[in-house]
C-alpha cells in the first residue's frame, strides 16, 4: 500500500515512467522543490524495495523493514504535500518559517 501511495504521489507531482522505478530516476528534478535529498533518494526507494517484496510470492520483509517503508512513506508524503502548505501559508500571513 505505501508503494502505491509513493507511486501515485508521484504521478500527482508530474513524474513520469512506466514503472516506479523510472519514475524514481525523474526525482533529481525535484529538488528545485525543496525536496531534501533524503526525500528523493532514499525513502522512496525504500518503499519501493519492501513493496517489491511483498508483491512476490514468497516475499517476506522483516517488521523492521515493513516499519521504516511506512514512515519512509509518511515522510515523503509529508515533504510532497503538507510541507509546501505549511510554507505557503506561512508566507501568505507574513510570518517566517524556518523548516527543522
Do not use: Y
Not at 515512467?17 to 525523474?26: D, F, I, P, T, V
Not at 514468497?58 to 523493514?65: A, C, L, M, Q, V
Not at 511506512?70 to 509546501?84: D, G, T
Request: hydrophobic letters at 40%; glycine letters at 8%; one cysteine or more.
Amino acid at each position: 500500500m505505501a508503494r502505491r501511495a509513493v507511486e501515485e504521489a508521484g504521478e500527482l507531482i508530474g513524474l513520469r515512467g512506466r514503472s516506479l522505478a523510472k519514475m524514481l530516476e525523474n526525482l533529481a528534478t525535484m529538488e528545485a522543490r525543496g525536496i531534501p535529498p533524503a526525500a528523493r533518494d532514499v525513502w522512496p526507494s525504500l518503499v519501493r524495495k519492501v513493496g517489491n517484496v511483498a508483491a512476490h510470492a514468497g516475499g517476506h520483509s522483516s517488521h523492521d523493514e515493513t516499519s521504516e517503508a511506512l514512515v519512509a512513506c509518511e515522510q515523503f508524503l509529508h515533504f510532497i504535500f503538507v510541507r509546501p502548505l505549511v510554507r505557503d501559508a506561512h508566507r501568505h500571513s507574513g510570518r517566517s518559517h524556518k523548516p527543522k
